[in-house]
């Protein structure tokens, strides 16, 4: 059996005279031309950049589209400045590091000893972590951090990097400026 001739068929169908946007999207008619564009004055303005947002991001040489964290933007994944949001850790006990995290202030009430358990590394796409004793108590309260199962922090694994003190905030008001590894793992400085 032979398929059919191809054919192509010019309907004249008006767009709808009642077009409109939502949200940020703007459409506008000119000289029988259509325009459907983003407007972003359009949006609220937002001066606290939250862990939670994402912006859309478009590889140049790909083409493809894809997200990042907003908080992450400018990292360029050595630290080179981004906008840094902290997250406040009121509770003692172990805490699980977000992927969207760049800080964590330390500041249990009551006091108490904290572990921070960090995500694999590959998944932080090159994004640091700063750990800091905002109680003034890491003395007292030591902070201890984990790396995910089979990772390492500085070379040594997760209780050799405790026993030499690399993992541990044991000074009041201390910090610690962690870095991912691609390969796997953290080093700290």
């Known amino acids: 059996m032979t398929l059919p001739a191809n054919i192509r068929v010019n309907v004249r169908v008006p767009f709808p005279t009642r077009v409109g946007g939502a949200a940020f999207i703007s459409v ?17 303005p937002d001066v606290a950049i939250t862990p939670t947002q994402v912006v859309a991001v478009q590889d140049l040489l790909t083409g493809v589209f894809s997200y990042a964290y907003a908080n992450a933007l400018g990292s360029g994944g050595g630290g080179g400045g981004g906008v ?4 406040m850790i ?4 172990a805490t699980v590091v977000l992927a969207a995290d760049t ?5 249990p009430s009551p ?16 994004i640091p972590l700063i750990i800091k004793d905002y109680s ?18 500085d070379g040594l694994s997760a209780a050799a990097a405790v026993a030499n003190g690399i993992a541990v905030i044991d000074t ?18």
Request: charged residues 10%; without cysteine.
């Open 28 to 44: 506008n008619k000119a000289n029988g031309i259509w325009t459907i564009a983003p407007n972003y004055r359009l949006l609220a």
């Open 84 to 87: 840094v949001v902290p997250r």
């Open 90 to 93: 009121t509770v003692a006990g």
């Open 103 to 107: 800080a964590l202030l330390i500041n």
């Open 111 to 126: 006091g108490g000893a904290v572990t921070i358990q960090l995500l694999p590394s590959v998944g932080r796409a090159g």
């Open 136 to 153: 003034g108590l890491a003395n007292t309260n030591n902070i201890t951090i984990t790396p995910a199962s089979g990772e390492t922090i």
């Open 172 to 189: 009041d008001y201390g910090s610690k400026s962690l870095y991912p590894l691609t390969s796997g793992g953290w080093f700290i400085s």
